[in-house]
């Protein structure tokens, strides 16, 4: 190849590699724009989500407390208001912090516990109809078998509600231990093809 051509070529690749480097250091920094910005909103959001986790928690460690109390069928039908006045509120709270993985559990665990409440209440009326005066043996005896099989089903319920706790604080932790700075994985995949790109430029240059 004629020297004068070859080092004009030599000329242009160097530009061309400049021209590339340029565009994936402006890239670089760009992306470290972006990742101040996450940070910092991450940061401005963390405490207030903090706080509505532990809110959300605490009223489901409540509940759990209240279901392994000895009187647990001894409910009344303003306490069961309450306990779901509770949850509603601290749910909302929960919506609003979000982000959707943490309202999505929270929607199970609200449902499960809305289930445990509706069964606290199944159980207080069950208990009043066993202690009443039957003429009817058979009927008394009923009243009592249906208290005893509901009271029964509480283990079951209260398994689902200890498992909803641990989903839902598991979760939580994720979140919270995120700091804005982890790179997105639509970015991590651009990133990736970049490099590939430019190893293979590299190496056609050298061949």
């Keep these: 190849m004629d020297a ?15 021209v590339i480097g340029s ?18 909103a991450f940061k401005e959001r963390h405490q207030p989500r903090r706080d509505a986790y532990k809110e959300f928690l605490q009223v489901l460690l409540n509940l ?4 392994n109390t000895p009187a647990y069928e001894d409910s009344t039908a303003a306490e069961e208001k309450q ?18 993985p943490i309202t999505v559990v929270g929607a199970a665990v609200r449902t499960s516990v809305d289930d445990m409440i ?3 209440g199944t159980c207080r009326l069950l208990l009043q109809d066993a202690l009443k005066d039957y003429e009817d043996e058979d009927e008394g005896e009923a009243a009592r ?12 319920f209260r ?13 939580a932790s994720k979140i919270l231990d995120k700091d804005g700075t982890e790179m997105p ?17 590299s190496a056609s240059e050298v061949a």
């Design 145 to 156: 078998q249906e208290y005893e099989d509901a009271i029964n089903m509480t283990d079951e």
């Design 83 to 100: 306990l779901r006045s509770d949850l509603d509120a601290r749910w909302i709270d929960l919506v609003l912090v979000g982000p959707e």
């Design 118 to 120: 509706a069964h606290m």
């Design 185 to 201: 994985r639509f970015i991590r995949w651009k990133a990736w093809r970049s490099k590939r790109a430019a190893a293979r430029r």
């Design 159 to 171: 398994s689902g509600l200890a498992d909803c706790i641990n989903v839902f604080g598991g979760v």
């Design 64 to 67: 759990d407390a209240r279901l």
């Design 4 to 18: 004068g051509i070859a080092a004009v070529l030599g000329a242009v690749a160097g530009s061309v590699s400049g």
């Design 23 to 40: 565009i994936a250091a402006g890239r670089a920094q760009r992306e470290g724009v972006r990742m101040t910005v996450r940070a910092e």
